[in-house]
């Protein structure tokens, strides 16, 4: 030979081959997820801050409202004093707030009883096993 390139003997292939385009394509669904998780860590990150920074101030809301209902009380309990003698005004005081707080007990013991857990999420759960087998009797 003369040391000519033949024409028609392609050169290399500049194309990835299926192999090396399901490698790259792997390596950018990793990297989209890594980012991804990335982005929801940062996210919560910034919402369990602005909800602890919320529920700290609900809590200071909590404990002023605490002591207006106590100064409130004890300005009810002194008033009563003036008609009844303070003995008696802070026993009235005393039965109003047992009153108020059977009744809240009440409410808050009505309310639990009402709670009916996690049906749905229940019997998404015992569907499992019937749709690994592959049933279709799953509705």
Known sequence: MNGTVDPVTPGPDPRPSV??????VTQDISTLMRQEVELAKAEIRQSATKAGKGA??????GISGYM????????????????????WSALIMAAAWLIVAAALALAGRNEIKSVS??????DSVKKIPDAVKGNEEMA
Do not use: N, Q
């Open 56 to 61: 700290g101030m609900l809590g200071g809301a």
């Open 19 to 24: 192999g090396e385009a399901l490698s790259d």
């Open 68 to 87: 207006v209902i106590l100064f409130v009380s004890v300005a009810a309990w002194w008033g009563l004093g003036d008609t009844t003698g303070h003995g």
């Open 117 to 122: 857990g996690l049906p749905r999420t229940a």
